[in-house]
């Protein structure tokens, strides 16, 4: 799988493919996926929400423009297998993660302990609204898409920190990667074009 990203080019940071040659795949996906753990394929994992594409993960984290002792926020824990990648290039007493499902954020901390990452942070709340409590953050990454960014995110971010996050309707989302400005005005990219999940919380999508 790291070769083909590799290959493609989607992968270009080392470590980036260092993070990805670190994390066994397998341990963030259902039992009856495992065969299909190392395809460049979006996996459900209950609940109606999915692990994403490989190929998308690895845009995420080139955008992130991540290195070690950044404090990363992510939004949507999933199974935990991005925040494992990003917990392995950063630390993983470096990294928040929300997750809305209490049955999800149990799950991915199990797989992230098996993983020995059992240092990242779960915990349950609404994305939207960020985590306020180990503010302020180098890196916001959102795993669920927005219909736009929550001002939370903005307000608990650093000095020129940046958010990469899916922004745009339910079907289907462009990837944005925001940088604070010294006025604390976001300056926007847009970048690849993405189709997650809605973020579903106060600042973002109803239930």
């Not at 290195?67 to 949507?76: A, H, Q, S």
Request: hydrophobic letters at 45%.
């Amino acid at each position: 799988m790291v070769e083909r990203l590799v290959g493609s080019r989607y992968i270009q940071d080392s470590r980036v493919r260092d993070a990805f040659l670190a994390v066994p795949r397998e341990l963030f996906v259902r039992p009856e996926d495992a065969d299909a753990a190392y395809e460049d394929v979006p996996l459900p994992i209950g609940r109606g929400q999915t692990i994403s594409a490989p190929s998308m993960i690895a845009i995420m984290l080139e955008e992130a423009r991540l290195t070690p002792g950044d404090r990363v926020l992510e939004i949507g824990t999933g199974s935990g297998y991005h925040a494992a990648l990003v917990a392995h290039m950063v630390g993983p007493q470096q990294v928040v993660s929300i997750e809305r499902i209490p049955r999800l954020a149990e799950w991915a901390r199990s797989n992230l302990a098996r993983a020995g990452l059992s240092d990242v942070t779960v915990v349950v709340g609404d994305g939207s609204l960020g985590y306020p409590e180990r503010a302020p953050y180098d890196v916001v990454m959102a795993t669920a898409g927005a219909p736009e960014i929550p001002d939370p995110w903005r307000l608990q971010l650093s000095s020129q920190g940046r958010i990469v996050a899916p922004i745009g309707p339910r079907s289907g989302q462009v990837l944005i990667v925001a940088t604070r400005k010294p006025d604390g005005s976001l300056d926007l990219r847009e970048g690849t074009p993405c189709a997650f999940v809605p973020l579903i919380g106060a600042r973002a999508w109803p239930a």
